[in-house]
């Protein structure tokens, strides 16, 4: 996964499909769950984009719809973007579209939690603190 | 492949839940991307559940250290998938049309393992809600419905001509 471009609020990856990456043997479509990871991750990214600091989040749920089938002929964008902030919680949206045609694939919705410093994130900074 | 029982105790296990196992594990072991996450079938005596063993790659988070919240979408669309097309008479490869997981513990870097429930098999649908844990079965990290769809013989028909 390659990132492509980072804005205010809005991230743009990029993914090229592998083989390993298929749904089924004799097929060359893309697992489903290669586009999940892909919009988890840029839905991640774009919580820090529209935060602009990098604190610990959690992904709270996510909901994807997949629109059609996906070929592993051409690589693949996802556009996620950050549509609210609370304090607590981010609202993102991200579009999964093939390079090239700009054909929409998937779209996800995704709530994160901000701030989430688990017992062991806290326990590490603990440790370099003191180191 | 290994089991959660051992070899013995599987063949005077009961036929059925054997044959299930077996379907399970020749279905996961046709999609590339679930060989790719290391996924294997095991049998306790409740079912058959899906095993993803931990490997640094599947880490997305490096500080906690935990698992990447894609992996675990993968685990149970992939555990979904295999039950629904398991229970299907024509045992037809079913399209995944959406799944929505929540997340809840952080998952750690560790084995974790996914079991299925079907809620509806329908005609042309199946409803699935997969549960995934890691030590402890009642402490689910992460619950998910997956709805699929079942190809039908006009859908396919479709499908020929020109989409």
Redesign the interface.
């Known amino acids: 996964m390659q990132v492509v471009s980072v804005d205010q609020g809005q991230v743009c990856m990029r993914l090229t499909p592998q083989?390993?990456?298929?749904?089924?043997?004799d097929t060359n479509e893309i697992?489903?769950?290669?586009l999940?990871?892909?919009?988890?991750?840029a839905g991640?990214l774009a919580v820090f984009a529209g935060v602009l600091e990098l604190m610990?989040i959690?992904?709270?749920?996510?909901?994807?719809?997949?629109l059609r089938?996906v070929s592993g002929d051409r690589a693949l964008l996802a556009v996620a973007t950050c549509r609210h902030l609370t304090n607590e919680v981010a609202f993102i949206h991200c579009d999964i579209l093939s390079e090239g045609n700009r054909e929409l694939l998937a779209t996800a919705n995704a709530t994160f939690m901000r701030n989430t410093p688990?017992q062991?994130?806290r326990a590490?900074i603990l440790k370099k603190e003191g180191a | 492949m290994s089991t959660v029982v051992d070899p013995a105790q599987q063949c005077s296990g009961p036929a059925e839940s054997g044959k299930e196992y077996a379907d399970w594990q020749a279905l996961l072991e046709?999609?590339?991307?679930a060989?790719?996450l290391g996924l294997e079938v095991q049998r306790d005596d409740a079912g058959v559940l899906v095993h993803l063993p931990c490997r640094e790659a599947l880490i997305g988070?490096f500080?906690?250290?935990a698992l990447?919240?894609?992996?675990l979408?993968?685990l149970i669309?992939?555990t979904a998938r295999v039950a629904a097309q398991s229970q299907d008479t024509e045992t037809r490869?079913p399209?995944?049309?959406?799944?929505?997981?929540?997340?809840l513990r952080?998952a750690k870097a560790r084995s974790t393992f996914a079991r299925a429930d079907i809620v509806r098999q329908g005609r042309r649908t199946s409803l699935v809600q997969v549960t995934c844990w890691q030590g402890d079965e009642n402490k689910p990290i992460a619950t998910g419905q997956v709805q699929l769809l079942l190809p039908t013989m006009a859908a396919q028909q479709e499908d020929r001509h020109g989409h």
């Open positions: 083989s390993w990456m298929f749904a089924q043997e697992c489903t769950s290669v999940y990871s892909l919009a988890d991750s991640g610990p959690a992904t709270l749920d996510l909901r994807m719809d997949y089938p688990g062991q994130f590490g | 046709r999609i590339p991307y060989r790719h988070n500080m906690l250290p990447h919240g894609g992996v979408g993968a669309e992939l490869c399209r995944i049309l959406d799944s929505h997981i929540n997340y952080s």
